[in-house]
């Protein structure tokens, strides 16, 4: 039936004065047009779907290249300044090792001097109190020995003087010894 109605279609479309265009007949040229459409549909439907999101993705991805090729140029830069630095704080170690022993040395001597000089303001202090005390207990037995001396010597005047004087005379004679010695013998 379809055989039929085509070549009505033929028939009519002769009739009407239409030939084919390129020899070709208008069912193929209805189907292509429409094959063309559905084409430029799907390219649209695809080119939305799937070529925008991959042309973004391709683009991001370039931009992502780009920007970690600038960030690896920039370390390689900045790790060329600490490799420099580096090499120049080597250079230098050998100064600065100098420099803080010297200045350890400078410390050391410091402290030595420091402790030396301690010591012998304690040892000065220490003898000048043995001094001191040497002379106070020099001092005290002195005193002591004019005490010793000064009972003995009342004691032998007692004696003498209870056999040869009267109480009187005896009264007299300690009063007179005691102004005799005056304070000059206390103090001293």
């Known amino acids: 039936m379809q055989t039929l109605l085509t070549g009505a279609v ?23 047009v429409l094959t063309l459409i559905a084409v430029f549909v799907l390219f649209l439907f695809l080119s939305h779907f799937l070529f925008n999101p991959a ?13 970690d090729i600038e960030q690896a140029r920039l370390d390689k830069e900045e790790a060329a300044k600490l490799k420099a630095e580096y090499e120049e704080k080597t250079k230098n170690v050998n100064k600065e090792v100098e420099a803080i022993l010297s200045e350890a040395r400078k410390k050391a001597l ?9 010591a012998k303001e304690e040892a000065a202090a220490i003898l000048d ?6 002379e106070l207990e020099k001092q005290k037995a002195a005193d002591e020995m004019k005490q ?16 040869s004087m009267s109480a009187e005379v005896q009264s ?7 102004k005799g010695m005056g304070k000059s013998t206390w103090q001293s």
């Open 55 to 67: 042309r973004k993705m391709l683009k991001d991805r370039t931009t992502k290249v780009a920007s």
């Open 172 to 178: 007299k004679l300690i009063d007179e010894t005691l």
């Open 148 to 163: 010793e001396i000064i009972l003995v010597a009342s004691d032998m005047a007692s004696k003498f003087v209870a056999a």
């Open 110 to 118: 410091e402290n030595e001097n420091r402790i030396v000089e301690k």
């Open 10 to 32: 033929l028939l009519d479309a002769e009739a009407a004065g239409m030939t084919r265009l390129f020899n070709l007949d208008f069912q193929l040229i209805t189907d292509s």
């Open 129 to 134: 109190r043995a001094r001191t005390e040497a």
